[in-house]
């Protein structure tokens, strides 16, 4: 925690100015880039200038800026239904100026600033995952990193795809993928609703150095009975050693509104010629691979941390999702950060009530953020020492009300 005199030195408040927003990207210089006027000009088409906070070290405006945090308004798919939410992102302090209370400032201005827009979550990818706990962030979705040789890509038993596909431009893929996107969306947490600028300048867009010595981006779509029922964006690395193909195809994102779909569109991407690997970094840890491959073992899926979640209103955000049929349960919540957390929550298919008298479980809301779209359940973060059962039953009753039926996802880093 900083001292007060480290605090009475820091100074947040929202940019103004294009100039702010610049010198506030502190994490690029960990990144090795910079905030020149070409990144602005492009992270301006999809980001709104006032979500930005600026740290100073002193009063402005002729302070230096030391620091930033940015957010996104999106819409967060949650387990029966969704909800406004911030997301969270290029959050840094600059190297000169650590251990001093700018990160802690920065939290503390960008959460009340949350609250206050009616965002009951925030999200993030943390770059150090350590650091957000802090602040009542929790691992809210996990994904799973794939490398999978072209030859060990058979599926169990007999498979017909469905459909046809077929490569389209990026103009096409402007008009087409968005509606795809957006029925798999609805149906899966965790998963945030995406803007037309979003789709144009950021989850569309090709920089050349984003291209990792691959080629440019590919957009195929899959058309069952004249509808666009997948996608998938993909890059080619093309590479040939002794006369044989050793490239790979990276999968950047493979969407489908249905699990044919789903399966139809892999089974494209698995049978690409002219190349030896096939690898995907963001997949769902229920990904349909895992059961439909014949020899899944030869993926080499990885688990890894993706989404973090902030529950910035407790019981707005536990209020806006469904639950399970069990009996209620009451949670005593504990918040250092936002104290207006705090407290002990009724739950169940009635609803959610702030309440008195005796709780069932004690837990922090960091990890109340990890039960909360389904990506772990009570009787996991219980083993782990996560949740503190004061009823007997209680655990079994809180995981049956927070389970889903598929894991949540978020299928792009921001």
Same mark, same amino acid.
């Given at each position: 925690?900083?001292?007060?005199?480290?605090?009475?030195?820091?100074?947040?408040?929202?940019?103004?100015?294009?100039?702010?927003?610049?010198?506030?990207?502190?994490?690029?210089?960990?990144?090795?880039?910079?905030?020149?006027?070409?990144?602005?000009?492009r992270w301006l088409r999809f980001f709104e200038l006032e979500r930005m906070h600026a740290a100073y070290d002193g009063s402005p405006p002729d302070a230096a800026i030391v620091g930033g945090a940015g957010a996104f308004s999106f819409e967060l798919t949650i387990p029966g239904?969704?909800?406004? !939410?911030?997301?969270?992102?290029?959050?840094?302090?600059?190297?000169?100026?650590?251990?001093?209370?700018?990160?802690?400032?920065?939290?503390?201005?960008?959460?009340?600033?949350?609250?206050?827009?009616?965002?009951?979550?925030?999200?993030?990818?943390?770059?150090?995952?350590?650091?957000?706990? *802090?602040?009542?962030?929790?691992? !809210?979705? &996990?994904?799973?990193?794939? &490398?999978?040789?072209?030859?060990? &890509?058979?599926?169990?038993?007999?498979?017909?795809?469905?459909?046809?596909?077929?490569?389209? /431009?990026?103009?096409?893929?402007?008009?087409?993928?968005?509606?795809?996107?957006?029925?798999?969306?609805?149906?899966?947490?965790?998963?945030?609703?995406?803007?037309?600028?979003?789709?144009?300048?950021?989850?569309? /867009?090709?920089?050349?150095?984003? *291209?990792?010595?691959?080629?440019?981006?590919?957009? $195929?779509?899959?058309?069952?009975?004249?509808?666009?029922?997948?996608?998938?964006?993909?890059?080619?690395?093309?590479?040939?050693?002794?006369?044989?193909?050793?490239?790979?195809?990276?999968?950047?994102?493979?969407?489908? /509104?249905?699990?044919?779909?789903?399966?139809?569109?892999?089974?494209?991407?698995?049978?690409?010629?002219?190349?030896?690997?096939?690898?995907?970094?963001?997949?769902?840890?229920?990904?349909?691979?895992?059961?439909?491959? /014949?020899?899944?073992?030869?993926?080499?899926?990885?688990?890894?941390?993706?989404?973090?979640?902030?529950?910035?209103? $407790?019981?707005?955000?536990?209020?806006?999702? &469904?639950?399970?049929?069990?009996?209620?349960?009451?949670?005593?919540?504990?918040?250092?950060?936002?104290?207006?957390?705090?407290?002990?929550?009724?739950?169940?298919?009635?609803?959610? *009530?702030? $309440?008195?008298?005796?709780?069932?479980?004690?837990?922090?809301?960091?990890?109340?953020?990890?039960?909360?779209?389904?990506?772990?359940?009570?009787?996991?973060?219980?083993?782990?020492?996560?949740?503190?059962?004061?009823?007997?039953?209680?655990? !079994?009753?809180?995981?049956?009300?927070? *389970?889903?039926?598929?894991?949540?996802?978020?299928?792009?880093?921001?």
């Amino acid at each position: 925690m900083p001292s007060d005199s480290i605090k009475r030195r820091v100074t947040v408040k929202p940019c103004e100015h294009p100039s702010e927003l610049a010198r506030a990207a502190a994490i690029l210089h960990y990144f090795g880039g910079e905030a020149d006027q070409a990144w602005l000009d492009r992270w301006l088409r999809f980001f709104e200038l006032e979500r930005m906070h600026a740290a100073y070290d002193g009063s402005p405006p002729d302070a230096a800026i030391v620091g930033g945090a940015g957010a996104f308004s999106f819409e967060l798919t949650i387990p029966g239904g969704a909800v406004r !939410a911030a997301g969270v992102t290029v959050v840094g302090v600059l190297p000169t100026h650590r251990r001093r209370g700018v990160l802690h400032a920065l939290m503390r201005a960008q959460l009340d600033d949350v609250r206050s827009r009616g965002e009951p979550v925030a999200c993030l990818w943390a770059s150090e995952e350590t650091i957000y706990v *802090r602040y009542g962030y929790g691992l !809210a979705v &996990s994904g799973l990193e794939m &490398s999978l040789a072209r030859g060990d &890509s058979a599926f169990r038993g007999r498979f017909e795809p469905i459909g046809q596909t077929r490569l389209v /431009a990026r103009g096409e893929a402007l008009a087409l993928l968005p509606e795809v996107y957006d029925r798999a969306r609805r149906q899966t947490p965790g998963m945030l609703a995406r803007s037309p600028a979003w789709w144009e300048h950021r989850r569309l /867009a090709d920089l050349p150095e984003r *291209r990792g010595g691959g080629g440019p981006l590919q957009h $195929v779509v899959l058309e069952v009975d004249g509808q666009i029922d997948a996608y998938a964006l993909y890059r080619m690395h093309f590479k040939i050693e002794h006369g044989s193909p050793c490239g790979k195809v990276e999968v950047l994102e493979a969407v489908g /509104a249905t699990p044919e779909a789903t399966r139809s569109i892999w089974r494209y991407l698995l049978d690409i010629d002219w190349t030896a690997r096939i690898e995907a970094a963001a997949l769902p840890t229920d990904h349909v691979l895992r059961t439909l491959l /014949a020899s899944p073992r030869r993926a080499g899926f990885r688990l890894h941390d993706t989404l973090f979640v902030r529950l910035v209103d $407790v019981g707005a955000a536990l209020s806006a999702r &469904s639950y399970g049929a069990a009996e209620s349960v009451v949670l005593d919540v504990r918040d250092d950060f936002c104290e207006h957390n705090r407290g002990r929550w009724r739950i169940g298919t009635d609803g959610v *009530r702030r $309440v008195d008298g005796d709780a069932d479980l004690a837990l922090d809301v960091s990890t109340l953020a990890s039960l909360y779209l389904g990506g772990f359940g009570a009787f996991e973060l219980a083993r782990a020492g996560q949740i503190e059962e004061r009823t007997e039953g209680a655990i !079994a009753r809180a995981d049956a009300l927070f *389970r889903t039926d598929r894991a949540p996802w978020c299928p792009e880093i921001f």
